[in-house]
């Protein structure tokens, strides 16, 4: 059973600390999604690659954040400095691009804490 | 921005009624999608239908769209209290990308 997994779980830190998300999308997936809810904003669209490439990471705040696929088993999303503001659920989710539209599967996301 | 805005905000019924949610969007779509998030947990990916559709089944979900009226609903019938959980639509916009704008969802409950 294929599934995207996500570590850690939970994680709770301080502000200024350094953050690392990790993400292991479904094998054969050649898209990865990184999204971040929260109640007021929900569901929102952080970053996307497609084989391994960023192509979209116009939602992520540049000055703190990275997300990067070192290879096609592993994708990292990092704050450095964290905030409080950045406590969320932030998810991964990976799909099979092709010629048509094609459905996200997601991870059990990480909920982090910023204290 | 949220593309897509569900309504209503949040639904109780009884076991076996039927819910209907539905969803509203701003601009033009290559498809939309539905999907589902229990308490805690990921969202799970429930139906998609494509711009030049107009209804899709499966099993006990119906989903209707509607282009010129840019709005989408969402049919479950017969639930279960196991259909408890957080519905959202979502929106591929047709920029290039693929990639998904989603509402802020629907909170179902269902009562035995």
């Known amino acids: 059973d294929a599934r995207v997994t996500q570590t850690p779980r939970d994680k709770v830190t301080e502000m200024g600390q350094e953050v690392t998300m990790r993400c292991q999308p479904i094998?054969?997936?050649?898209?990865v999604f990184w999204y971040r809810q929260t109640m007021m904003q929900g569901l929102e669209l952080l970053a996307y690659?497609?084989?391994?490439?960023?192509?979209?990471d116009s939602g992520m705040p540049k000055d703190r954040f990275s997300a990067e696929m070192p290879d096609a088993t592993l994708a990292t999303l990092k704050i450095q400095p964290s905030e409080p503001r950045d406590s969320a659920v932030y998810f991964c989710a990976s799909g099979r691009s092709g010629s048509g539209p094609y459905e996200q599967f997601f991870g059990p996301g990480t909920r982090l804490t910023v204290l | 921005s949220q593309q897509g805005e569900e309504d209503p905000q949040a639904l109780s019924i009884q076991e076996g009624e039927n819910a209907t949610m539905n969803c509203s969007y701003k601009?033009?779509?290559?498809?939309l999608q539905w999907y589902r998030q229990n308490s805690g947990r990921g969202l799970v990916h429930l139906i998609l239908i494509r711009s030049n559709e107009r209804e899709k089944h499966s099993g006990r979900l119906r989903v209707t769209l509607d282009t010129s009226k840019k709005s989408s609903s969402l049919l479950i019938t017969a639930s279960r209290a196991a259909d408890t959980a957080s519905y959202f639509c979502?929106?591929?916009?047709?920029?290039?990308?693929?990639?998904?704008?989603f509402g802020k969802g629907t909170m179902l409950l269902v009562s035995p």
């Open positions: 979502a929106t591929d916009a047709n920029s290039g990308y693929s990639t998904l704008t």
């Open positions: 601009t033009s779509i290559n498809n």
């Open positions: 094998l054969g997936h050649n898209t």
């Open positions: 690659f497609r084989n391994r490439a960023p192509l979209d």
